[in-house]
Antibody, heavy 117, light 108 residues
């Protein structure tokens, strides 16, 4: 069974770059699509984007100008960078493996990232 | 963007009840509709995909129906572990793939 685990700083200053990594075990990231989503505490879910096995990326248009996803097949990790963060980017960030494009199937437990000075 | 609207936003039910949650899309999404369960402090888990397909390992008391713009999640014989928040999500053609606002199922 595939397992995912997010890691990265829990606190980021406004205007700086949020950087998260997702470690995948129990399967190779050379297969499937891999995505990031977020959830403002107590609120709904937002799909950020995905990267596929060939490194092709698709992003949510509302975040596209600030988002970069990448993958490292040698370590079985994939990553998220979100630039110029504000308090509105404070959320629990999840990484996930997609069953099909846009359909997260297996999720990591999530990591709370707070944007504050 | 395709807007997803769930109803009700919350409901109270008892063990053994049949629970129905509705989800409406702002445009035709064929059957590109998925349902997730989220327990407090946990990540969502996939229950139903493609409107009617039960994800592997999910109990058969969960079922989904609908097509086009109107969809339903039904839970038969509600169990204690089913008290949670449920989200619908559309994964039709173009981004962004959007979620409903959630339906909280709590104990009556």
């Amino acid at each position: 069974q595939v397992q995912l685990q997010e890691s990265g700083p829990g606190l980021v200053k406004p205007s700086e770059t949020l950087s998260l990594s997702c470690s995948v075990s129990g399967g190779s990231i050379r297969r499937h699509y891999w995505s990031w989503l977020r959830q403002v505490p107590g609120k709904g879910l937002e799909w950020i984007g995905y990267i596929n096995y060939s490194g092709h990326t698709v992003y949510n248009p509302s975040l596209k100008s600030r988002v970069t996803m990448s993958m490292d097949t040698s370590t079985n990790h994939f990553s998220l960078k979100l630039t110029s963060v504000t308090a509105a980017d404070t959320a629990v960030y999840f990484c996930a493996r997609e069953l099909f494009g846009g359909l997260p199937e297996f999720w990591g437990p999530g990591i709370l990232v707070t944007v504050s000075s | 963007d395709i807007q997803m609207t769930q109803s009700p936003s919350s409901l109270s039910a008892s063990i053994g009840d049949r629970v129905t949650i509705a989800c409406r899309a702002s445009e035709n999404i064929i059957t590109y509709l998925n349902w997730y369960q989220q327990r407090p402090g946990k990540a969502p888990t996939l229950l139903i995909y493609g409107a009617t397909n039960l994800q592997s390992g999910v109990p058969s008391r969960f079922s989904g129906s609908g097509s086009g713009t109107d969809f339903t999640l039904t839970i038969d014989n509600l169990q204690p572990e089913d008290f949670a928040t449920y989200y619908c999500q559309q994964s039709y053609l173009t981004v962004p793939y959007t979620f409903g606002q959630g339906t909280n199922v709590d104990t009556k």
